[in-house]
């Protein structure tokens, strides 16, 4: 079946515009997560939903980041006022439960100028 | 101290070789293991989970070490497709997963 699906797959924009990125789930997954993965820079955990519940929303960077996820599928994470430092490739993953193995989609590369 | 710590590499080994690489996690309530592998410019892809007895699979070796807060990973008769970088990744009792910021291997002819 289809896996996880990211769009758009790049972006560019300017600073201090607001951007929003998009995450489908493997169909059948309750979990979804978001990360940030700097140039050379390992995984940066964000959030993650069960279902759409966020239990913690503290790996968010700022207030500039939210994130919500609707009818138990799709997800998107908006970065508000964005600045060059949150340049990065946002990638999505899911799991059929939380505890179980996540599959991760392409990414998003977010190039703010 | 970072949570998830490993050796960035480069690991340049020829052919054949054996290659570990050790990864260090400070969170002792960790629950889960696991070592994903990442190719450039890709998204990571599970390669195993890391029990506490040890597991294998074909040339890849897991083991973790719960004392002293780390795992392993050994490739036996690397393979030119086994360039890529190596993630080791933590879960805690709260089911945040963290990863380390890998460690690249190069596997020359």
């Known amino acids: 079946g289809a896996g996880v699906s990211q769009s758009p797959s790049n972006k560019v924009t300017e600073k201090g515009k607001d951007v929003e990125l998009r995450c489908d789930p493997i169909?059948?997954?309750?979990?979804l997560y978001w990360y940030r993965q700097s140039l050379g820079q390992g995984l940066e955990f964000l959030i993650y939903f069960q279902g759409n519940s966020a239990p913690d929303k503290s790996g968010l960077p700022s207030d500039r980041f939210s994130a919500e996820r609707t009818g138990g599928s799709v997800s998107t994470l908006t970065i508000q006022r964005t600045q060059q430092e949150d340049s990065a490739v946002y990638l999505c993953a899911s799991s059929f439960l939380v505890q179980e193995t996540q599959y991760f989609g392409p990414g998003t590369r977010l190039l703010v100028l | 101290r970072k949570e998830v710590e490993q050796d960035p590499g480069p690991f340049n080994v020829p052919e054949g070789a054996t290659v570990a690489f050790n990864c260090t996690y400070s969170?002792?309530?960790?629950?889960?293991f696991f070592w994903y592998r990442q190719d450039c410019r890709k998204e990571p892809k599970l390669l195993m989970s890391?029990?506490?007895s040890g597991n294998e699979d074909g040339r890849f070796t897991a083991q973790l070490n719960r004392a002293s807060q780390y795992i392993s990973l050994l490739i036996r008769d690397s393979k030119l497709s086994d360039s890529a970088t190596y993630l080791c990744v933590v879960k805690d009792n709260n089911n945040d997963m963290r990863f380390g910021a890998g460690t690249r291997l190069t596997v020359k002819p």
């Open positions: 969170n002792s309530a960790s629950q889960s």
């Open positions: 169909s059948g997954h309750t979990a």
């Open positions: 890391v029990y506490s």
